[in-house]
């Protein structure tokens, strides 16, 4: 499976946008781009997933360029709730109606009001 | 409704115990899952099961035992606790089969903490 890189922790104020980019040099043809929001003491969150371009959910958006090699989390408008470890996951189907996921350390976004 | 709930919550053992950790989904889905998150906060798989078979088991002692008596049930077994099995787990499921499947649904893990 392809390693994920992206920033360990980022900061942002109330209300502005926040993008959060993510390399993954190593996608394989068949590697779906996945992210997931996970809150202190509870489980991962499922946000938004992409092949290519653009795709467009009413939590965030995900930007993935031609060569797939790099994807950009755009949450719009950010409020204090958001603050949360954010993963960047690459996976694929294992063709047997099953999914494997391997998470990276993810990105820290601390909201700030 | 909690779609995917474990039980405990949190476990305090002592190392050579046995304990089990039990999972249940209520979304109707074919495939679960056990991810281990370890105190560097790195979230592993550790096995999967689509309608009760075995499909995915990674590089982990085969003190820990995955069971599941139906679909909608996955229960993991830990032989012979150590230190270094202290860490959260959490069991996800998963519906469709294919590559577009990427939506898991976690649990709110069960804290394993061996003294």
């Known amino acids: 499976l392809a390693k994920t890189t992206q920033p360990i922790s980022m900061d942002s104020y109330e209300g502005q946008e926040v993008n959060i980019t993510c390399s993954h040099n190593?996608?394989?043809?068949?590697?779906?781009i996945t992210w997931y929001q996970q809150f202190p003491s509870q489980g991962p969150r499922f946000i938004i997933q992409?092949?290519?371009t653009k795709v467009t959910n009413e939590v965030a958006s995900l930007f993935i360029p031609a060569d797939r090699k790099s994807s950009t989390l755009s949450l719009p408008r950010v409020s204090l709730s958001d603050t949360a470890v954010y993963y960047c996951l690459v996976g694929r189907s294992s063709g047997a109606g099953s999914y494997q996921l391997t998470f990276g350390k993810g990105t820290k976004l601390s909201v700030i009001p | 409704d909690t779609a995917v709930s474990q039980t405990p919550k949190y476990l305090v053992t002592q190392m050579g115990n046995d304990k089990s950790i039990k999972c249940e989904q209520n979304?109707?889905?074919?495939?679960m899952y056990w991810y281990k998150q370890d105190s560097k906060k790195f979230l592993k798989i550790m096995f999967s099961y689509n309608n009760k078979e075995l499909i995915i088991n990674e590089t982990v002692p085969n003190r820990f035992s995955p069971k599941s008596p139906d679909k909608a049930h996955l229960n993991l077994h830990i032989n012979s606790l150590e230190l270094g099995d202290s860490a959260v787990y959490f069991c996800a499921s998963s519906r469709e089969r294919g590559v577009r499947t990427g939506e898991l649904f976690f649990g709110e893990g069960s804290r394993l903490t061996v003294l």
């Open positions: 979304l109707g889905h074919d495939t």
């Open positions: 190593n996608i394989a043809t068949n590697d779906y």
């Open positions: 992409g092949y290519k």
